[in-house]
DNA sequence: TATGAATGAGGATTCATTCAT
DNA sequence: AATGAATGAATCCTCATTCAT
């Protein structure tokens, strides 16, 4: 791919993510140009229809945060911190306008498995090490951490966050961010 | 208004919450005037345009919430017993597709001030009796319970309701929704 | 159907004809719609989208065609001069303009069903009384009046029509267009 | 013109032949340059747009087709033979495609022209010698001569070339498409 | 010179809104 | 007053053509 190329499927991508933000998901894509500061018909020798654009954008938040989490599960951190780390990445990202993109779409479905896979190991060795609660299922727990992270101006330290976080701890160990039970 | 006007206002309503409920707020006035059985002419008349009749929508469903959180908050029932039933009324609402309508419309703004309003004096209770974490500004706790209530398939008893739930109770409280803190 | 609707469609098709003639089928919607001297959006009421446009003036004019035939095969005209005929009467009609419509189209396939069968009918009929060329196939001689009648500026008199016709005939006939065999 | 420069000329010649055929003449630049193997900047080196290439297609095609009617005019074959050669060469040519491209197209006149002429000398000669009917005008015949070798998927040998062919023939002569009058 | 990326006018289609019946 | 036909701006997308690499 051609250097010029490149840059401009970077100002893409960035207009896009702004735009979107901006307009929750329905911004045209004439808008989108107009930001990257090109012509329609470069966004779409980029990406072939408005769908693929918010399929590529998903992909590649998706598979960033894969790999972050896949990073930090591969230390022996406790597990209860890999998902404070998951949380901590994941509001930095424009997580909010991807509700509406199915992950039916192959080119999403790939990352979205892999983040989902990570992820469930990550509970169920926090449920294993005792500092998240037990009497809730694996799919139910990431659920959580996605409505959590999926918020227009999520932070980590916001009032769901911290209440969610809360209740997800076991029981004995709420208000406790950094406790491992029996520690 | 004419008996007939008043029906025809009642199957709009009707009409358009099922329809934006289906599509996710993307329905068509042809849609909504289809399925209340009317020409969209006679939505119009009724409606000035379609920001107006999502407004009048979420003006009706705020309005019958506040009124509902008022009653309850007219008895001396345990004002955490009172935010609990509040969030069992909302869920039953078609909140989730009015995420997208704004409280400034005039329309909104009256009925959104007043249940926030009454949501604030109960919360207040709420942390007075010593049900309720004391650690969370009023308008957290109400934003926190909103995003419990808006989502969409929204349940009181799934998984996100529960922990928020339990991540909001007063400490050493958690897991007992019935407890008052010090009975 | 009011009454302004039904001129209106009927405006519709009259611009289009002239429109996808002068054009050779590609002319646009908006030019449709200025030559009928309409907004776009009133095209698309009455016709779904471009194809069922050309669709609705096929099967109108083949249609008419269809009937036209079979009224004169119910007569005890000559088979020969209801082949003749159907010339006559296809050549008025803008059939160079619909070559490229696929008879697949569900709106088309019945209207040309019915035509194929009255000239198939016809032919045989003409081969049975000695008029027409006993030594070609029912479905070539259909074919090959398609030719004659679907040509740009086509008229039942002009060399291809003459030549053509006079090849049709039975050997001894020719260039004897009312003559049967025999007679 | 360089060596590789009149190869690629041929490779965009082939290339748009065959994708204008397979396509009915709507291919884009794209699709030609992709057949050809090469890049759309090519393409306009050679040819300064669309319309051009087209013209230069049927330029191509019709100077080849003059060419061998002029060879076939200069032996002393009967002069219907020559018209039966024409025919033959003809079909094999993509003649059907190019009926959008007009002949005004200076490229295209000058051949055009040729062609023209010398088939007209050729019919006359064959009217004179009794071969074809004498009653059409020479102008009359060609253009007949053009519908029939200008259908998709036209042979020298199916039925609307059959029957043409015998309805040119002179009086007499039917059906015996070797037969010169007085032989 | 060859390449293919960029451009933007043009075409099909949708839908909120207006207006004639 | 109710209806639904008409309107046209806005949107997605294509493709002939130009231009930077």
Redesign the pocket.
Known sequence: ?????R???ELIVRAATRVFMDTGC??????I?QA???????????F??????LALITCDVVSRLAAQVEAAAATDLPRWEVLLGYVRDAVREPLAMLKSVSTDDPVVAGPAERLHAVLGRVVEGAQAEGSLRADLETAAVTDLLGLVVCRPGARDDDPLATVVLDGLRAPGLENRPDAIRGQ
């Open positions: 791919m051609r250097a010029d190329a840059r401009n499927r329905s911004g045209s894509m004439e808008d140009a990257a500061g090109l012509g329609v018909g470069t966004l779409y020798r980029h072939p229809d408005r769908a693929g654009l």
